[in-house]
């Protein structure tokens, strides 16, 4: 039987790593994907080391820390609902889900804010 297709060129089996000079190369691209792409061993290793620039006041009540964050959840869902007007298709579906995780963000917060003891009003005030 004729096959309508030849058969490949026979090639011989060279390794791209046999001369010196690809073999550098493979080192330093090796050392450039290593600098960019740290693997997650090493970002997890590393210590974390919070950043001072934005702070929260340290005096606030968590009643109020807990409000703050309802209120930017609640700007964000908005926002996030503004953009999925304008997408169609796996971009909108992906803010939908994002707006999802927003709600319920929101939901244990206000959950938490129901659980805070709030002082009881002194009789005589």
Not at 22 to 38: I, V
Not at 48 to 60: G, I, M, Q, W, Y
């Amino acid at each position: 039987m004729i096959k309508e297709t030849p058969n490949p060129p026979e090639t011989d089996d060279v390794s791209p790593y046999e001369s010196l000079d690809s073999n550098k190369l493979n080192e330093a691209a090796e050392r450039a994907l290593d600098y960019h792409f740290p693997s997650i061993a090493n970002v997890k290793a590393t210590p974390r080391t919070p950043s001072t620039l934005f702070s929260v006041d340290s005096e606030a009540s968590n009643e109020t820390l807990v409000v703050f964050l309802v209120e930017i959840l609640a700007s964000v869902d908005v926002m996030v609902h503004q953009l999925v007007d304008h997408l169609e298709g796996g971009s909108r579906n992906a803010l939908l889900g994002i707006s999802n995780n927003i709600m319920l963000a929101e939901i244990t917060a206000n959950r938490v804010l129901d659980n805070i003891d709030l002082p009881k009003p002194s009789p005589h005030s």
